[in-house]
């Protein structure tokens, strides 16, 4: 009998100690969700404004060069990745931090010599915060039986 109580209260102290330890992933999962959320809003926002301003004004001194869309697809391919890692924080994150980085990379490349495309680094915050977050928990997933 004392045995069956002692372990019942270990059972609950360690269920206890679960969920003070999981905290900060939680508050790292949720800090990288609502900061993906909104990179992912606001720039629909701002693309979809740009794209009726456009066809408003009907200014064709605007040129798209091959560079310049393939650098937008691969934009495209992360925020991709954003709302991906809301279900599957390792793939998502990964997808959007290898696009996030490739782009900054085109960006420098075709940046002017005053241009901020340091700037554009903050974009790699949500799926580092992803990543962060995937490894914290991974060791919990390998030990949870698949039945």
């Not at 269920?15 to 990179?39: E, H």
């Not at 720039?43 to 004004?57: D, Q, R």
């Not at 869309?69 to 991709?80: A, H, R």
């Not at 340091?118 to 490894?135: A, D, E, K, R, S």
Request: with cysteine.
């Amino acid at each position: 009998m004392f045995q069956v109580i002692m372990n019942s209260y270990n059972s609950c102290s360690k269920s206890i100690t679960m969920k003070k330890n999981d905290q900060p992933a939680k508050t790292i999962r949720w800090s990288a969700r609502i900061t993906g959320t909104a990179f992912v809003v606001l720039t629909l926002v701002f693309g979809i404004g740009n794209l009726i301003e456009g066809i408003n004004k009907k200014d064709s001194n605007t040129s798209f060069d091959t560079n310049l869309l393939f650098t937008f697809f691969i934009w495209g391919i992360g925020l991709v990745g954003l709302v991906w890692a809301l279900w599957d924080e390792k793939k998502g994150g990964i997808l959007s931090f290898v696009s996030f980085i490739i782009f900054n990379i085109l960006a420098a490349i075709r940046a002017e010599n005053n241009s901020a495309t340091g700037v554009l680094v903050i974009f790699l915050i949500p799926p580092i915060l992803y990543l962060t977050y995937w490894l914290m928990t991974r060791d919990d997933e390998r030990n949870i039986p698949k039945s």
